[in-house]
């Protein structure tokens, strides 16, 4: 039986758990509003307005062997942080591993590093971080936080001996450069670089198509073009802290992974 190439969230994890439908950060390029909406549980309209998954608060988690990605189809904010608490201690209260991938808030992150302290070693974060220029994350967006707060949180979640990692899938400028080079000595784990995927289709489906945007997004396809990877491929692939999505592999020839979750 020939095993399928690995993509996407299974690159980091082989489960993922979720507790919310929508979003309130509301990104332009979201894969799982995408997706809701194409399966109808979502209208680009009310994509933004949350609704708890109170089944899932409940649930109980046996120890599994591999990690899980919290969460991978919403985000943890101020607004949920009490439901978000309350699942991930589910999680980890058996042993999990979690790989916690948010756009953070310094509150939830305070709280999160305070009420799971004992678990540090089966957490590891990954910190969304797209570029260094807040008006680009705005941009982008919109209802999440501006680079400084996810600067500080990084930060703080680095102080207090959590392990640390960013995804800066999609890269949203030309000066990733500049966002690792602030990153890196606040990164026990990893950078992981990623293009925009199916931007366009994205945006259509998620019902933004004003001209500004789609200028933004032409741009940013042409930024991410194959030469401009693989120059940025040569100037890090020896780094150890900086790694690369499927998007990226395929480009510069590094062979996918057959199994899930193998490159957390």
């Not at 201690?89 to 808030?105: D, R």
């Not at 939830?108 to 540090?120: A, G, V, W």
Request: hydrophobic letters at 35%; charged letters at 30%; proline letters at 4%.
């Amino acid at each position: 039986m020939i095993k399928k190439q690995v993509f996407g969230t299974h690159e980091w994890a082989d489960e993922t758990a979720n507790c919310i439908n929508g979003c309130k950060h509301d990104c332009k390029y979201c894969y799982s509003k995408e997706m809701a909406i194409r399966f109808k549980r979502k209208t680009p309209e009310n994509w933004k307005e949350e609704e708890i998954r109170y089944a899932q608060l409940r649930k109980n988690f046996a120890k599994h062997s591999g990690t899980y990605m919290f969460p991978s189809s919403h985000d943890i904010h101020p607004e949920h942080l009490e439901e978000n608490i309350i699942f991930l201690k589910n999680l980890l209260k058996s042993g999990n591993k979690v790989l916690i991938v948010t756009k953070p808030h310094i509150k939830c992150i305070k709280r999160i590093c305070s009420e799971f302290i004992n678990y540090k070693n089966n957490i590891l974060f990954r910190f969304t971080i797209g570029s260094s220029n807040s008006q680009t994350l705005k941009f982008w967006e919109p209802g999440a936080p501006d680079f400084n707060e996810r600067l500080e949180s990084v930060k703080y979640a680095y102080n207090a001996n959590f392990q640390t990692s960013i995804s800066c899938e999609p890269m949203l400028d030309n000066k990733i450069e500049d966002l690792i080079k602030i990153m890196l000595p606040f990164v026990t784990d990893a950078i992981w670089l990623g293009k925009a995927n199916f931007l366009l289709r994205r945006l259509k489906m998620n019902g933004i198509n004003d001209f500004e945007t789609i200028k933004k997004a032409i741009q940013l396809i042409e930024w991410q073009k194959d030469d401009n990877i693989l120059i940025l491929y040569k100037k890090y692939k020896h780094n150890p802290k900086i790694k690369w999505k499927e998007s990226i592999k395929k480009i510069v020839g590094i062979e996918l992974p057959l199994v899930k979750g193998l490159d957390v």
